[in-house]
């Protein structure tokens, strides 16, 4: 611990003592986020967002595996931070003094305001412009006696409180359930289920350019700092994500970034009226009924099929790598012959034949008892040659290692296969392969996979 409890209020006092230093001995980055149009979400079948992506670039700086946790009740982040349930909360705070007698902010990532949310009369089209605007506030002043609808634990219900005091009146705050994203409140005003709300400038803006029958004009604070959120005890791990972001803000990057969830209206738009963006339905591709249908005969949750196909060709029945595998699930024109395949750019012909042929390499490793190793080692034959998996296997074995298991053991295997001293060995009948790529191959289907599980429920 790097100071005395006495330093700190109760709440804190009490909180984990965990820094840099055991994040670090563990491994993994476990940081909380909000399932927002801009924070974290899946569209076409990759997972996306502002933090998401920065959070990525943090966790390879620190060499670190990310573990993204999304949070369902906004009003207990502080106590599952503290109690060390995660290493930082990762969505955009207002920095207030009030939030930190409990907690420490980052950095900021950017600046906004906040701004009063509200609806354009529903005929705004068709009506005067003197009519359109008496329908309007234009004025902080004029919500007293009002009502304003937000989350309790925010930013905005602190500035609502202040706006009250300074305006000497008594603006009416409705609370919302926590568990409703700013984007999602945003959408109650335009669907007319709450006259008023308010938010962040940068989101306003961006869920009011598809929405134009939203008012965002009227500004509530000046200009504040947005950060992430990290205990108080954490001071080494803050001082390094501090650091790290200072320097992102001056990329070029960071700037991508941002503007891809915070100023790109089109692509904004065209996320939000897909079939395929998890915040509006419960599917991954266009093919999603053709993977249920041979997932099933191979005995596997079609999610994870999902993932095999996305990272085999991102869903493009039309994909040709340069060795000559072509359609969704890549299959080479000899194997397809195999396997009875007519037409590789079939979505079905493709999919129910990379199906069969993955049962047929599940079935090669019969003496596996555990059914994820074996998908895992399935995986890898799929990607660079049963035989090379096989020869793995038989290095694991001759290593100390064993050759059922994947992570650590055959995996490592693989990776080995890539020196001459490994794979000149005389019972190594396959010879060398680059064993880094199905081993993230590997890595990458499941790390998907658990974000398919996240954003897409099982009927």
């Known amino acids: 611990m790097i100071e005395d409890d006495k330093d700190f209020n109760n709440i804190v006092a009490n909180s984990v003592d965990r820094d840099l230093e055991d994040i670090k001995k563990d491994g993994v980055l476990r940081a909380l986020v909000v399932y927002s149009s801009t924070s974290y979400f899946l569209y ?3 997972a996306m967002g502002f933090e998401y992506e920065l959070l990525k670039r943090l966790a390879a700086h620190l060499n670190l595996k990310l573990e993204i946790i999304i949070s369902d009740n906004l009003d207990s982040e502080f106590e599952v931070l503290n109690r060390g349930d995660v290493d930082m909360i990762a969505h955009g705070m207002t920095i207030t003094n009030q939030r930190k007698w409990e907690v420490d902010f980052t950095e900021y990532l950017y600046l906004t305001r906040q701004v009063l949310v509200q609806k354009n009369p529903d005929n705004y089209r068709d009506i005067s412009w003197s009519s359109w605007q008496k329908e309007l506030i234009h004025d902080a002043i004029e919500l007293n006696n009002d009502t304003v609808s937000i989350r309790l634990n925010s930013a905005y219900y ?23 994203s700013t984007g999602e409140i945003i959408d109650m005003v335009a669907d007319g289920k709450i006259k008023y ?9 961006i869920n009011a350019s598809y929405k134009p029958i939203l008012n965002i004009d009227v500004p509530i604070s000046l200009s504040q700092r947005i950060a992430w959120v990290t205990r108080k005890k954490s001071r080494n791990f803050r001082d390094v994500i501090n650091k790290w972001i200072k320097a992102q803000r001056n990329t070029t990057d960071y700037r991508v970034i941002y503007n891809k969830y915070f100023k790109n209206k089109r ?41 095999v196909i996305y990272q085999e060709s991102k869903f493009d029945p039309d994909a040709n ?23 590789l750019s079939d979505p079905n012909e493709s999919i129910r034949g990379g ?25 890898a034959s799929y990607n660079c040659g049963l035989g090379h998996v096989k020869d793995a296997q038989l290095l694991a074995e001759k290593n100390g290692l064993d050759p059922n298991i994947w992570t650590a053991n055959v995996e490592a295997m693989l990776l080995d296969l890539s020196l001459p001293k490994n794979y000149k060995q005389p019972f190594i009948k396959h010879g060398y392969v680059r064993g880094s790529e199905p081993v993230m191959y590997v890595d990458k289907i499941f790390e998907r996979y658990e974000q398919y599980k996240t954003f897409i429920q099982l009927e």
């Open 44 to 46: 076409r079948g990759e």
């Open 158 to 180: 602190e500035r609502l409180m202040s706006l009250s005091n300074e305006i000497g009146g008594n603006i009416i705050i409705d609370t919302l359930d926590s568990e409703l």
């Open 197 to 205: 709300t308010i938010a962040d400038e940068n989101l306003a803006k």
């Open 267 to 307: 692509s904004f738009q065209r996320r939000s009226k897909s079939e395929y963006y998890s915040l509006k339905n419960n599917q991954i591709s266009r093919y999603d009924n053709l993977i249920k249908i041979h997932s099933k005969k191979i005995g596997w949750d079609w999610r994870l099929l999902a993932s």
């Open 321 to 343: 790598s340069w060795v000559g595998a072509k359609g969704l699930m890549q299959i080479m024109p000899v194997t397809a012959k195999s396997l009875g395949i007519k037409n």
């Open 355 to 379: 199906a069969t042929y993955l049962n047929q390499i599940y079935d090669q490793f019969i003496e596996v008892s555990d059914s994820l190793n074996r998908i895992k080692l399935t995986m």
